[in-house]
């Protein structure tokens, strides 16, 4: 079992990935059908321009959630190593999320509700 998993990560190649997207698909934080919607628009995107299953400085692995224990004003997106948290992240919000966040590497301020960034240990010398 254990080469299984290897193998099936290397080709999702996990391990490539620069970012993570968790989105809460609801039913708490927004109607099922919004979070489907949202849900089909990050992925479908991700696909399109190639940053879903591929590598380079974009790559990002993305994860669809039904909790993250913040059940009102969503869909709730969470990218991390950045660890910002974007409210309301509705299907019609996902390209420009896109475009600017995971493309450009500038947050979109007026969506983000908290911080919590990913700190890395520092290697040894």
């Not at 968790?22 to 696909?47: H, M, N, R, T, V």
């Not at 309301?88 to 007026?110: S, V």
Request: with cysteine.
């Amino acid at each position: 079992m254990n080469d299984q998993l290897k193998d099936l990560a290397v080709s999702l190649k996990i391990g490539q990935y620069h970012r993570h997207i968790f989105l809460c698909i609801g039913p708490d934080c927004c109607s099922q059908d919004q979070g489907a919607q949202a849900w089909k628009k990050l992925k479908d995107e991700l696909k399109a321009r190639n940053l879903s299953l591929a590598t380079g400085p974009s790559a990002c692995y993305r994860s669809k959630v039904q909790c993250l224990r913040i059940c009102k004003g969503g869909p709730i997106l969470v990218v991390y190593p950045e660890g910002y948290w974007y409210g309301g992240m509705t299907q019609d919000r996902i390209e420009r999320f896109i475009d600017q966040q995971i493309l450009a590497g500038k947050p979109i301020e007026e969506w983000i509700f908290a911080r919590n960034p990913l700190q890395l240990p520092s290697d040894p010398d």
